[in-house]
């Protein structure tokens, strides 16, 4: 998609807004929001209320410069006209309140994002062994390069002390499986966990802590 | 009435959000499951879902036939169901577990995707449960299950039995 319709349609619609020489301003997607969110004070009294009038939203032009305070004939209400002057403040308010509940939505992962190492490594380890032990990406490259059923001693020539241990599990008849696992350098809250069986090497697993 | 008004459109627009939020949340959960392809090493011939004679083939060689009269089928581990190529087939496999994967045949109204351990994964008549330990060329070879992770797919603990 090319900017070039968007912003052409917008200029049009709020070319009154804003002063001819903002034209060539890159941002200027952005400025017809920032306008509307905080209504001049007093609207001067030579800016062209324009043609695109009619079919502009009505919290935009519900505001005095549409029926000038000098006109006798046509009473305006005080009343209405502070409501309607208070009005764009009250969806302000609410587009604040919901991107407040949206940043909260989103929000709280990248907040606890160091707690969830620890958390974790509650959800994957039975007993610690190397509280220093992390996973590199070069390590791991070389890891997954390693076929099932391969020795031990080849998956143990590239990564030394696991992080952890997981409690034994018996998961073929009368075969016990050790479990390891390491935390990702790159990745803390996601887990490589390896399974073996004897001295041969079953296979790996990620894990993600969420 | 000149303060109501932009209350009720706050509250309202409020509750469309939610509801929205609401809306989007449920639609990543219950976003379509992948389907895993199970390519079994042993290349035997009647497998589940194989036709003989025109009757379909419930469960083959290596796979441990259980009578569950309709019982619950629960999750040995925190791990996920997906469905696979053959209709009648799950697949269940739990990082807990790396180079393995359990096929589950003849599971009905199953929870498919992220399962907990514990968690009901379906119900069956009569389950067909094989245990598969991964193969360096990528195929799934089948092996015989440890009755504790039998037990723990019924919902029992080995200290019940």
Same mark, same amino acid.
């Given at each position: *998609?090319?900017?070039?319709?968007?912003?052409?349609?917008?200029?049009?619609?709020?070319?009154?807004?804003? !002063?001819?020489?903002?034209?060539?301003?890159?941002?200027?997607?952005?400025?017809?929001?920032?306008?509307?969110?905080?209504? @001049?004070?007093? !609207?001067?009294?030579?800016?062209?209320? @324009?043609?695109?009038?009619?079919?502009?939203?009505?919290?935009?032009?519900?505001?005095?410069?549409?029926?000038?305070?000098?006109?006798?004939?046509?009473?305006?209400?005080?009343?209405?006209?502070?409501?309607?002057?208070?009005?764009? /403040?009250?969806?302000?308010?609410?587009?604040?309140? *919901?991107?407040? =509940?949206?940043?909260?939505?989103?929000?709280?992962? @990248?907040?606890?994002?160091?707690?969830?190492?620890?958390?974790?490594?509650?959800?994957?380890?039975?007993?610690?062994?190397?509280?220093?032990?992390? =996973?590199?990406?070069?390590? =791991?490259?070389?890891?997954?390069?390693?076929?099932?059923?391969?020795?031990?001693?080849?998956?143990?020539?590239?990564?030394?002390?696991?992080?952890?241990?997981?409690?034994?599990?018996?998961?073929?008849?009368?075969? *016990?499986?050790?479990?390891?696992?390491?935390? =990702?350098?790159?990745?803390?809250?996601?887990?490589?966990?390896?399974?073996?069986?004897?001295?041969?090497?079953?296979?790996?697993?990620? /894990?993600?802590?969420? | 009435?000149?303060?109501?008004?932009?209350?009720?459109?706050?509250?309202?627009?409020?509750?469309?959000?939610?509801?929205?939020?609401?809306?989007?949340?449920?639609?990543?959960?219950?976003? %379509?499951?992948?389907?895993?392809?199970?390519?079994? %090493? %042993?290349?035997?011939?009647?497998?589940?879902?194989?036709?003989?004679?025109?009757?379909?083939?419930?469960?083959?060689?290596?796979?441990?036939?259980?009578?569950?009269?309709?019982?619950?089928?629960?999750?040995?581990?925190?791990?996920?169901?997906?469905?696979?190529?053959?209709?009648?087939?799950?697949?269940?496999?739990?990082?807990?577990?790396?180079?393995?994967?359990?096929?589950?045949?003849?599971?009905?109204?199953?929870?498919?995707?992220?399962?907990?351990?514990?968690?009901?994964?379906?119900?069956?008549?009569?389950?067909?449960?094989?245990?598969?330990?991964?193969?360096?060329?990528?195929?799934?070879?089948?092996?015989?299950?440890?009755?504790?992770?039998?037990?723990?797919?019924?919902?029992?603990?080995?200290?019940?039995?």
């Amino acid at each position: *998609m090319t900017h070039s319709h968007p912003q052409s349609d917008s200029h049009d619609q709020y070319s009154h807004y804003y !002063p001819r020489e903002n034209a060539t301003n890159a941002y200027q997607d952005f400025a017809p929001r920032r306008r509307v969110a905080q209504p @001049p004070a007093r !609207p001067s009294p030579g800016a062209p209320y @324009p043609a695109a009038a009619g079919r502009a939203p009505r919290s935009l032009h519900s505001y005095p410069a549409a029926s000038p305070p000098s006109q006798p004939g046509r009473r305006q209400p005080r009343v209405t006209r502070r409501a309607n002057r208070r009005s764009p /403040r009250k969806f302000l308010l609410a587009g604040g309140s *919901m991107l407040a =509940l949206a940043a909260l939505v989103v929000g709280p992962k @990248p907040i606890v994002d160091r707690a969830d190492q620890r958390t974790g490594e509650k959800a994957v380890c039975q007993e610690t062994v190397q509280e220093k032990s992390v =996973l590199s990406r070069a390590e =791991l490259s070389e890891l997954l390069a390693i076929d099932e059923r391969a020795p031990k001693a080849d998956v143990q020539a590239v990564i030394a002390e696991p992080y952890c241990t997981l409690s034994p599990v018996e998961v073929r008849e009368g075969v *016990m499986a050790q479990r390891e696992a390491y935390p =990702l350098e790159f990745n803390p809250e996601t887990w490589f966990v390896v399974l073996y069986e004897g001295e041969e090497y079953a296979g790996f697993d990620f /894990r993600f802590s969420r | 009435m000149r303060s109501r008004l932009p209350a009720t459109a706050l509250l309202f627009k409020t509750v469309s959000l939610l509801g929205l939020l609401g809306l989007g949340a449920c639609g990543l959960s219950q976003a %379509q499951v992948p389907t895993r392809n199970i390519p079994v %090493q %042993q290349g035997w011939t009647l497998q589940p879902g194989s036709a003989i004679g025109g009757f379909e083939v419930m469960g083959g060689l290596g796979d441990i036939s259980i009578d569950l009269g309709g019982g619950q089928i629960k999750a040995p581990f925190d791990g996920q169901l997906q469905p696979s190529d053959r209709d009648e087939c799950l697949a269940f496999t739990s990082p807990e577990v790396p180079g393995y994967l359990f096929r589950l045949c003849g599971v009905t109204k199953p929870r498919l995707g992220d399962v907990k351990a514990g968690q009901v994964m379906g119900r069956s008549e009569v389950l067909q449960f094989a245990a598969m330990r991964r193969q360096p060329d990528g195929t799934w070879a089948i092996v015989e299950p440890a009755t504790e992770i039998l037990e723990k797919t019924l919902g029992q603990s080995s200290e019940d039995s």
